[in-house]
């Protein structure tokens, strides 16, 4: 880069829907927005052991948006690359980051003790895992933690700010502020931007100032049910499930989806007759999730506070059990019927969902909510397409279970609210649309296109110089 230019190159969540990773180069300094991991498929994972674009050594910070593994889920890598520079984001992203990434070592690390075992056998040459919880401690202490709403120099000519994006706990969206000699540029990243008046979270916050806004397009080609409609088709699946004297598997993300759940589940205890229902929350990782949301209470919604203060969370008590261990998850499938099991991971990729899954997917009687987005190639995303039989570890099992996707309870931003969050903006920016997948990001191009200068689709590699003022 020459010292006259400031530039943005996408290096992750280029029309698809995972790997997050974005590099601003601006007064000779660069910075990452985010180092996430790529989900998916066992091809499109593989991707991850690849090296980084970039010469790791030369990131001088990185500034993650929220703690969600595929925007966070490579920072160990960064660190082994060389990276030694500070990590900025919000404290409850970095109390969340402890948990989760040091799950994705664990995984990691067991992944290849599997694989190691089996290339044991037939002579094969071992493997090391793509990170572990070594690497995870030691990325860690380049944690600073930011506050909301606080501007801070985190290098010389770059400034920037977090603003809840309400998505999950601690998301924030970043407004960065770029200055070489006369020259300025003010920069927006959405982050992963919420879904205005859902459950436990604020709503996204609206910035009235960019320059140029990097905006992510998840759901840019449709719009989610309203939520009281959401409700009334919960109630419905809860009853049809419990006259067919059945289960209900819910695969959901640890970290957001899981919290929402238990907050509906507590609101409408009555109204869906929950007390017909026991409740197991199958997923260690969601449970000190759920208490680093007690932790910061304060960033929820004022009516959701008075609920999820320490120690008041206990509308569902009597029907919620948390599994920490795998006995306590294995016992839950000699439960027959009358069992609500939340279970990690949101996609079905891995974790206890998968256990689960095979021991109910083949059973008329279960049931399995998708309640969050599932990449393509991911099990998840095969039973939403319909698939009549279900790839889990390694073996195929006929899909006879209900399949239900409610996609009133997305994270996300549907299309109508990415376009109601851009038009805060004062003097309309140029957009770039990130973490979305092809035909999303066209729809919603489409639509940005009249009320925007330009709209750009992002594609790896592609660098796009930044606008300048004096």
Known sequence: MTQSAMQYTCYGAAQEVTGSCHLVEANGFRVLLDCGLIQG??????????????????????????????????????????????????????????????????????????????????????????????????VMTQFEAVEYDARINV????????????????????????????????????????????????????????????????????????????????????????????????????VGRSQALLHLFARNRTRWQLNRWQIFLDSPMAIEATEVYFRHVKLLRKDAQMLWRPGQHNDVTDQLSLTRTVEESMAINRVSSGAIIIAASGMCTGGRIR????????????????????????????????????????????????????????????????????????????????HGEPDAQLSLQQQLEPIAPSVTVARFGHSIPLPEHS
């Open 155 to 254: 290098l010389p000519g770059i400034d920037v700010r977090f603003n809840d994006a309400g998505h999950i706990l601690g998301a924030g969206i970043v407004e960065l502020w770029l200055s070489q000699a006369d020259r300025h540029c003010k920069l927006v990243y959405s982050g992963d931007l919420g879904f205005g008046g859902r459950p436990v979270l604020r709503d996204p916050t609206t910035i009235a100032d960019a320059d140029m806004v990097i905006l992510e397009s998840t759901y840019g080609n449709r719009n989610h049910r309203s939520l009281e409609d959401t409700y009334d088709e919960l109630e419905q699946i809860l009853g049809e499930a419990g006259q067919a004297s059945g289960n209900i598997l819910i695969p959901a993300f640890a």
């Open 355 to 434: 256990h689960h899954l095979k021991h109910h997917i083949g059973r008329k009687t279960s049931h399995v909510i998708i309640v969050g987005y599932q990449e393509r190639g991911t099990p998840g995303r095969a039973l939403v397409d319909g698939a009549r039989e279900l790839r889990l570890m390694g073996k195929r099992y006929p899909v006879a279970a209900t399949i239900h996707t409610v996609g009133g309870l997305s994270a996300h931003a549907d299309q109508a609210g990415l376009l109601a969050w851009y038009r805060a903006f004062r003097d309309a920016p140029p957009v770039v649309l990130v």
């Open 41 to 138: 498929s066992d091809e499109e994972e593989a991707r991850n052991a690849e090296s980084f674009p970039f010469d790791a050594t030369t990131i001088d910070a990185v500034i993650l948006s929220h703690a969600h593994i595929d925007h966070s889920g490579r920072l160990p890598l960064l660190f082994r690359a060389g990276f030694t520079g500070p990590i900025y984001t919000h404290a409850a992203t970095r109390d969340l980051c402890t948990i989760m990434l040091r799950d994705s070592a664990f995984i990691n690390e067991r992944n290849a003790e599997w694989l190691n075992r089996h290339r044991k056998n037939n002579n094969g040459e071992p493997v090391q895992p793509l990170y572990n919880r070594d690497d995870v401690d030691a």
